[in-house]
């Protein structure tokens, strides 16, 4: 059975409410949804004017509200008024070097919009079943070779990370507090913590990210800039993680083993397929046709160096594995730059077609 027949079993006609719908991420999941025939509606702020949400006519996948994720009022009133079966919380702000320059806002949005968000399903009496998105990053990264396992210690040197950390925190808390998985009978709802490593796919235009970096540079013809050319990244397409996640969802759903599944998972490549920047920016360049780069010293904040991820949970008891190495996900989403920015092929078209061959 193909995994789009699988999956669609789950979501089929079931209402789906997506927080940080306009966001990358949220943009491809909405999508991906839309194909197994859910009926979603998404909560997030306004999307960028260059963004994939735009580029794909979002619109048109969802009932949108544009909302901050902080008014607690407001996202209490959307999401009772929809009364999803399947939540996906997305909305955050997710960027290390944009937590320097807004901790503040960062901890607002990513551990007061998460517990805002919980509060509200809390006072729902519908049964629901609850993905939170989290990062790797939550980990207390030693840089070391070790991958992190779920059950390892969390922290965060950057505010960005330690807002994650801390959202984690809160989460449990809020679990053990107000839905044990012992009495799910009582209060019927299931959450799962999910984490995953670097994403990368077509359609990132956001500041400060490696990929819409390079794909600037090569639409401009000029040097591409590399910051850390050594850091290692856990690289994966963005379509790896949201299937996971996806998976997670249609588990809790089941309501077997709600003890199983309503925990925290890492999705990331397999162990030998982690590949520093400049690997990643030499691929880039052999698969654009043409282009150059140059390693630079930029005075910044702290930025880990090493982070690697153990999924040997999701492939042991989901079943999970990466549908593309590293090369292939590096592959896959730079011909989707080409084919959108130099063949001018549409967005959406594009999207559906890379969504189609993950889905079977």
């Not at 079993?9 to 997506?18: D, E, H, L, T």
């Given at each position: ?25 949220g ?50 009133k ?5 009364q ?34 919980l509060?509200a399903?809390r006072?729902?009496e519908k ?11 939550v980990?207390?990264n ?75 540079a ?46 925290a ?6 162990y ?8 990643l ?9 043409s ?70």
């Amino acid at each position: 059975m193909e995994l789009k027949d699988i999956l669609s079993k789950s979501y089929k006609n079931k209402k789906v409410f997506v927080t940080g719908h306009t966001g990358f991420k949220g943009a491809w999941l909405i999508l991906l949804l839309h194909k197994l025939g859910a009926e979603v509606k998404g909560y997030a702020l306004q999307p960028e004017e260059r963004s994939l949400y735009n580029d794909v006519s979002g619109d048109n996948f969802c009932e949108s509200i544009i909302g901050d994720i902080r008014d607690q009022s407001n996202l209490i009133k959307e999401l009772h008024a929809f009364q999803p079966d399947f939540v996906f919380h997305l909305a955050a702000q997710p960027l290390v070097l944009a937590s320097y320059e807004h901790p503040v806002y960062t901890y607002e949005t990513n551990v007061m919009g998460t517990m805002y968000l919980l509060d509200a399903i809390r006072q729902m009496e519908k049964k629901c079943h609850v993905v939170m998105i989290t990062t790797d990053k939550v980990y207390e990264n030693k840089e070391w070779l070790y991958p992190y396992r779920e059950t390892d210690r969390l922290g965060g040197f950057d505010p960005y990370s330690s807002s994650k950390a801390s959202s984690e925190i809160a989460i449990a808390s809020f679990i053990k507090s107000f839905f044990p998985v012992e009495q799910y009978n009582q209060h019927q709802k299931a959450v799962a913590v999910v984490r995953a490593g670097n994403v990368i796919g077509g359609g990132d235009w956001a500041t400060n990210r490696i990929i819409p970096d390079i794909v600037k540079a090569l639409s401009n013809e000029e040097t591409i800039k590399v910051r850390n050319p050594r850091a290692v990244r856990p690289w994966q397409h963005v379509l790896e993680a949201l299937i996971g996640y996806l998976q997670i969802g249609k588990k809790l759903s089941e309501e077997n083993d709600i003890a199983v599944w309503a925990s925290a998972w890492n999705f990331g490549p397999l162990y030998d397929e982690f590949v520093d920047v400049e690997t990643l920016v030499q691929s880039a360049v052999e698969i654009w046709g043409s282009g150059n780069y140059e390693a630079v010293e930029v005075k910044q904040p702290h930025e880990a160096k090493l982070l690697r991820l153990d999924c040997s949970k999701a492939s042991n008891l989901l079943g999970w594995q990466p549908q593309k190495n590293a090369s292939e996900a590096i592959n896959f989403t730079i011909q989707w730059y080409k084919a959108v920015l130099q063949e001018k092929v549409p967005a959406s078209h594009y999207t559906n077609q890379q969504i189609d061959e993950y889905l079977g």
